[in-house]
């Protein structure tokens, strides 16, 4: 199942849209979890803000994803290139799965506000919802990803102490001359 999770992305996203589908039904049939009603029922311009906020973190994790990529990407060392080879199709999907989910909620998010605007607030708290949701899943798989290039460049840094060449304080100053007098 990790597996399936881990080198399937956009299969996590669809599952989450199931998650979403099933608290909207359990809502319909148990008024304790409706916080679609609940928040529906909210002043827009509180709708609004709490849209905002998502947004913002989308933004965020969506600039911050594109970073990492980047620099897994331009890297040039032998560990690197190796990470990318081994990785192949599955790692690709993940770095791109970053950005991606974290871009579509916040496209998600702009859906909700215009629902909002348009007076369908009980829907907008659901597409709000997925929103939240897949921008959790781009950014714990960025952690999850970055945790991974985070041990590559150790690996690295630990070659290159071990095949730096060391002096010897005491052999660099054997051959030096005696002062002139």
């Known amino acids: 199942m990790r597996k399936l999770l881990g080198d399937r992305p956009g299969v996590v ?22 916080v679609a009603s ?25 600039g911050f994803a594109g970073v990492v990529v ?39 998010v702009l859906t909700a506000v215009a629902l909002t605007l348009l007076d369908s607030s009980w829907a907008a708290v659901w597409v709000a919802e997925v929103a939240v949701l897949w921008n959790l899943h781009g950014a714990l798989r960025l952690v999850w990803l970055l945790k991974g290039v985070m041990r590559v460049v150790a690996a690295k840094d630990r070659e290159a102490l071990t095949l730096k060449p060391t002096i010897d304080v005491d052999e660099l100053f054997m051959n030096a001359r005696a002062p002139r007098k």
């Open 70 to 108: 980047i620099f897994g990407l331009s890297q040039e060392s032998t560990r690197f290139v190796e990470l990318r080879h081994d990785g192949g199709a599955p790692l690709q999907r993940n770095w791109v799965t970053t950005v991606t989910t974290s871009l579509a909620g916040a496209f998600l």
């Open 13 to 34: 996203n669809i599952l989450l849209v199931g998650l979403v589908a099933i608290h909207l039904l359990a809502g319909r049939r148990w008024s304790l979890v409706d």
């Open 38 to 62: 609940t928040m529906a029922t909210q002043p827009v311009g509180n709708l609004l803000a709490a849209f905002a906020s998502v947004g913002l973190l989308a933004s965020l994790t969506a």
